[in-house]
């Protein structure tokens, strides 16, 4: 009897996972279309997880089939995620008119691209906070030499990019954006440190316990590293367009933009000092790096 190349188990959650093994081409097109449409169409499981970890190949054939099982998916409410994909697979899914949003777990050394594409896409209504987010992005390129490793480089970098994805609409659930694109980059499976990162970044914490979010927000670990610093720093000196600006102007325009009453103003006498700490490490790092 041939070996089965289209695996399908259900979760303890009731998800419906189905895994594709080895050479995805001609041979298991319909096998592969059987199960997606057996599934979406009759067992409806809350959520169907096309995992990609064991696929070795993907022809364009299949691939079509995995963009229309998205759709099928959407049109019978079961929601559709593809898991584990490289990279490259990744690009042809989406090329192919699959969400980067359903796909989770396509990280490695694409992580910059990944996050750069992923705020472009949530950013894309918000030209303001987009060139502000082009700005500290690059900012925080600029500063990677006061981080002690490559991979801190990469991390720090995708939050750069990512940092304030929780102003996106379709990021949005408790208002306060730090804590939403941290949970939003969680609920898609990014790495947790990219997660915590956007989570923390320019001391959330001081914020959040004046939104009472304290509780919420210690769900992800914060990290008190010179990545933290270098993020903290390249947010905290370009403005809302994406201008280069010292420290202190742009805590000035901060409190003038959310007003005397706002959660922003009232967290400032406790977060003003730790900012203007993290900036000052971040120089005198980049002293002895140079
Ligand atoms: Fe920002």
Known sequence: MATRQVEVTVNTDGAVVIRPHGRVDAGVTVELRHALVEVIRHTRPPRLILDLADVEELDPLNLGVLAAACLLG?????AVFVDHCSTALADELIAAGVSRLRLRHVHGPSLVRDARRLAQLLLAGLPERWRHTVGVATRAEGIVDTLPAEADAGALVAAAWLHDIGYAPQVRDTGFHPLDGGLHLRGIGWPDRVACLVAHHSEAM?????WGLADRLAEFPREDTAVADALTYADQTVGPNGRVMELDERLADMLRRHGPESPNAKAHPGRAP?????VRRVESRQCTAA
């Open 206 to 210: 001081c914020i959040a316990e004046v």
């Open 274 to 278: 730790r900012l203007r700490e993290a």
């Open 74 to 78: 959407d049109d019978q409410r079961v």
